[in-house]
């Protein structure tokens, strides 16, 4: 007789990790099911303890919370519904992302500082060289303003620090103005590259800086860009369509600059300020040729020296508003040509006279008005918009944002 231990007689113990001989294919430890073959049930994982946050932690965090999103609602209020700054510093440097592209300097201090820079970082080495070694008069307007910015700051007094501080000239305003306006298109939507090469060109230089101008305010308005191709020669274009985010109200836009001579490189002598033309109504006819896809907003450039402004833009009645005399002809005269009907949705008509003042004189008035067809559009708040960024040209931060 074969001989067993007593071991071996009995019931063989599962190991975790063994099948579980109720047929289930899972293993010992993990299977629920209880019969006469399992020996223990796994036992329940034990509930994670809730996490405790002391008071004053909580306070701070929601103190924190609550400060950035006044901070937040101030710069929207101040500068339009774009992209907050990306800039930081590291190892003596200042580094700032404008769109997919990084720039890094030693001496930006402060914004305008690295606005100073940017412009010339854009146009490129070989633009500024070149028109470095232009005589004065034949320079592109932006290097004119560039030079005649710099001439004035360093007329000023300098602060105990080494900086400079003073309200603007017109040409410190103009510099910045456009500077500014070419950083919020490339920072927010990206900067065409048609639109950059007009802007580099001295002949081409006027029409598409105020282009740049309603860019940089649709943006601020909470709009998105999208550029027509200017290379289909079929049909005449648009500058561009915007579409407003809140409300996706698509509007095509036109911009309109007034030429006159001897003024942003225009050709011939300047003529004096009472005999300057203030007819503007072939500017809106040529915007409405087009036949844009969407409702119409077309942005005017008057280009005019303040007192000669105010005949346009002071209205002879505030309530109820009624515009100028002159401005009242010209709505009417486009009214009568196309059968009684008001042919757009907006029309922005703006002046900044920057280029009228002399080197030591400082940032001349700026003059805005928004004739507005709320029938026009499916959302009349997107148009409104438009009128209220419109009214942030000029709004530049001085402060990098704080680091933390």
């Known amino acids: 007789m074969r001989k067993t231990s007593r071991q071996s007689e009995r019931k063989k113990k599962l190991g975790r990790n063994d099948l579980c001989p109720c047929g289930s294919g899972k293993k010992y430890k993990k299977c629920g099911y209880m019969n006469d073959n399992h020996e223990e049930a796994e036992k329940p994982e034990k509930p994670a303890r809730p996490m405790v946050i002391p008071e004053e932690v909580r306070l701070e965090a929601m103190r924190r919370f609550s400060e950035h999103q006044r901070q937040e609602q101030e710069r929207l209020a101040r500068f339009g519904e774009i992209r907050p700054q990306i800039a930081m510093e590291f190892q003596g440097h200042r ?23 940017y412009v010339p970082m854009t146009f490129g080495k070989e633009w500024f060289e070149a028109e470095v070694a232009k005589p004065e008069n034949e320079r592109h307007p932006v290097m004119q303003w560039r030079v005649g910015a710099y001439n004035y700051m360093n007329a000023q007094q300098p602060q105990a620090d080494g900086t400079y501080i003073a309200a603007p000239n017109g040409f410190m305003a103009a510099y910045l103005y ?10 927010n939507g ?45 049909t005449r274009h648009a500058e561009f369509t915007a579409r407003h985010t809140a409300t996706g109200q698509q509007l095509s836009v036109e911009a309109k600059s ?21 007819r503007f109504g072939h500017l809106v006819n040529d915007a409405l040729a087009k036949n844009p896809p969407h409702p119409l907003v077309v942005f005017i450039d008057t ?9 346009v833009y002071v209205p002879e009645s505030i309530n109820p508003f009624r515009p100028s005399r002159l401005m009242n002809a010209l709505l009417d005269r486009v009214r009568r040509e196309h ?21 030591d004189e400082l940032d ?26 419109a009214n942030l040209y000029g709004n530049i931060p001085n402060e990098f944002p704080a680091q933390h």
């Open 178 to 187: 456009f500077a500014y306006d070419m950083y919020t298109v490339a920072h």
């Open 364 to 389: 001349l008035r700026k003059q805005l008005l928004s004739i507005l067809k709320p029938e026009a559009v499916n959302h009349p708040e997107a148009i409104m918009r438009l009128h209220e960024a």
């Open 258 to 278: 007034k030429h006159r001579a001897g003024v942003i490189a225009m050709p011939g002598p300047p003529q004096p300020h009472e005999k300057l033309s203030l």
């Open 339 to 359: 059968n009684g009907v008001d042919p757009y949705a907006q029309l922005i008509f703006t002046n900044h006279p920057y280029h009228y003042g002399a080197p």
């Open 95 to 117: 580094f700032v992302a404008v769109g997919g592209r990084m720039h890094w300097g030693k001496n930006w201090k402060f914004f305008p500082d690295f606005l100073n820079d």
């Open 190 to 234: 990206g900067l065409d590259d048609h639109l950059l090469q007009r802007l580099k060109n001295r002949d081409m230089f006027q029409g598409a800086r105020h282009e740049l101008f309603a860019e940089a305010t649709c943006l601020r308005a909470g709009f998105t860009i999208e550029h027509e191709n200017q290379k289909d020669g079929a």
């Open 303 to 311: 280009n005019l020296p303040t007192r000669a402004a105010d005949r």
